[in-house]
């Protein structure tokens, strides 16, 4: 930006700040400690303060706060749980932060069309308690209780989703705040339909880049009639994704399949006070019938034995099973809790189901050459797992050490056919990934920002650099 | 269009078949049943011929045939087998029917990573011949055999998405050749992303209004151990879709429930010459391990029962499966055999499944209080389902009770929450529909069209009036 584009920016924000007071009285904040907290997820990446902070209360009051930015060239940037992982908070351009936090109400929930609408605001946990006793449940779990408008937005997944699908296919319709303050609904509550533009996969997981995200048209699950979870150890990575390679093969409907390495079961054991093998470590969850989910785990036992696993450890009691899984989704904290004071980078990549041995194998391999920390976690029923660097941030050699072993992981994981990330998106960190991966649809992606976000407003700087 | 721009527009497609037959020699045809044949589809709505038809061999050269039409401004229309049923093949604008019926070899079939890319022009059948030994099939099934590139570009789906998905779930990647004759390739191979928009879902249900898809990189699904077939009777409409309802709520994975009301046995029995009863039916398929399939089928027995449903009439034997479902994608064309020399019109909506009951309910009232034939069929397990009303189109007065009928059911669908379409389209049959149900996002639908397509040459006049 010029140093005149620059000071005009400035002059915009102030005036739309002063607006916003008016429209929002004490709803908006410009306390450093509430700014701060706002330009900062849970990675690695250098924060960046907004110069505001919004906590407006509904659709319309969205709208009226972009219809101000909007007219003072104010840039935006949509704030959810902030749990993010490649810096998709940081307000690169400076600019107000919309936290939906507010907008945390459930309008309607629909028993027997299993499905719901939220304010963006709600995280999943707080849905999973709203419906608790409908005998429905939301499905997609990232390790974090983000908020549904910023799961939406991230296109989000998790354990689960080997079974039930991601954020793009669990949203049905959204309401989102355009750039110049439209309010429009997309999609609807018909399970399919083949009326114009998906527009709201469009703005699945386009990181407030499109628009504000101010409500969520979910499908639920029926709870099923049995869970039961296990944990089976295995000699070696090579053969615990070898186990999982063939269990998606004969195509046994698991719902969840979590790999975690020697090191991460070692940082797990250690958080979560388990006593679990310190071995490459296979985590299974199965949904069914009752004979259903016994004819699974059956299955699922005989590959895992054929590949050298040992028993199955079973978790089947609800408090077990709770136990064990918030254990997977704190792993991450775990492994940040392995070196105290240090700071955490999460990278993830996926790869067709075929290549997921060899692209792990090599990075560990890679990894192993390095002096790097960096526990491995990942969905891998989709092919997708987790690096999760533990660094000192200060220390310039070991991040340089970290971002070239992370670059090496993308290239191998492209060249694989995969994708640069399956599920963290791409904020600020993988701006250069997604050019390598999509090549001349990059510029196609521009020219759907540009139509709709034409003064590049809402949350400059990410996933596409315009 | 005024009458300048009209001569304009003639004269560039004159220059631009020029051009084309110089490219593509005698793939290249302005034969008069060519032609003709090219801008109709199998609905009641009128047909228009394009100027031209190309028949393209590879990406390449429909990229040029795109540039040299791009250059002159001619209207292109994409076309795989004209078996769509809203107009969407009609060439309003006159212009360049692209026939992508030469590009039908498959290039890759992975069957460890269960997907495969395929080009546009192969046929759902030729896919599954062809990877009829892999233990895969492609279950996406529009009652034609349509193309893989066309049931992309009309949101496909058919009689087994309730279990996996329409084409919006099933395709991973395109490549696709944009207004101006850019290749792009969207998507990739990995089960999950979040790499960027999601233009491949912007492209699947576009009907080659954004530009014209050459490749679809598909899902595959492993052949279940079990596979069997069953058709109930039901003393009424209602008690067949309560016992739908009841299926879908308790979470049972049927693969196909289908539901054919008395008129439409009754023209099944006829075309196909069976002899079930003539009543409202349904038309179940259990995928699954032998245990699973067996306890699928008798947990929805008892509901059937319950529900006042006959005995289930069995097709367990491959060719019986195939007989039965032959029927059923042949009902269509049975509905018309019930009256020689009428056309058909098929229309369909969507709703939640709460509201199909009602919805159905109250269009069968509308349907009797009229002197129509229109057989009812439905995917009901989705919520949708289809009218197929058996018309003279030259009578006026009975065109114009089937269009106030389907408005009537449209307008009833979109009041219970539905769409207007569950998987037709809109082509040009829907426009005004499109519009009553999206409401102001079908601004944002134009944005992207007019930065996509910004001369409105691709399929204009569907979807969208730009």
Partial sequence: MTALANVRRRTGVDAAIA???????????????????????????????????????????????????????????????????????????????????????????????????????????????????SGLFFPVDPGADASLGGMAATRASG????????????????????????????????????AGYDLTRLFVGSEGTLGVITEVTLKLHGIPEAMTAAVCAFPSIEAAVAAVILIIQSGIPVARIELLDATMMDAVNRYSKLSYPVQPTLFFEFHGTERGAVEQAEMVGAIASDHGGGDFRW???PEDRTKLWQARHDAYYAALALRPGAKGWPTDVCVPISALAECIAET???????????????????????????????????????????????????????????????????????????????????????????????????????
Same sequence: chains 1, 2.
């Fill in 19 to 133: 607006e916003l007071r008016a429209l929002l009285g004490d709803r908006l904040s410009t306390a450093a400690a509430v700014r701060e907290s706002h330009g900062r997820d849970e990675s690695y990446h250098a924060p960046k303060a907004p110069d505001a902070v919004a906590f407006p209360d509904s659709t319309e009051e969205v709208a009226a706060v972009v219809k101000i930015c909007a007219r003072h060239g104010a840039p935006m940037i949509p704030f959810g749980t902030g749990t993010s992982l490649e810096g998709h908070v940081a307000a690169l351009e400076g600019g107000v932060s919309i936290d939906m936090g507010r907008m945390n109400r459930v309008p309607r929930v629909s028993v027997p069309d299993l499905d719901c609408t939220v304010e963006a605001g709600v995280t999943r946990k707080q849905l999973n308690a709203h419906i608790r006793d």
């Fill in 159 to 194: 354990t689960n989703a080997v079974r039930y699908g991601t954020m793009r296919e669990n949203v049905l319709g959204l309401t989102v705040v355009l750039a110049d303050g439209r309010i429009v609904k997309t999609g609807g509550r018909a399970r399919k339909s083949a």
């Fill in 315 to 317: 978790a089947a009691r």
């Fill in 364 to 466: 560990v391999a890679d990894l192993r050459a390095s002096k790097l920390l960096a526990p491995i976690v990942g969905h891998v029923g989709d092919g997708n797992f987790h690096l999760s660097f533990v660094i000192d941030p200060d220390d310039a050699d070991e991040l340089e050490a970290a971002k070239a072993l992370n670059e090496r992981m993308v290239t191998r994981a492209l060249a694989l056919g995969g994708t640069c990330t399956g599920e963290h998106g791409i904020g600020y960190g993988k701006l250069d990934f997604l050019a390598a991966e999509h090549g001349a649809a990059v510029a196609v992606m521009r020219q759907v920002k540009q139509a709709l976000d034409p003064d590049n407003l809402m949350n400059p700087g990410k996933v596409l650099r315009v």
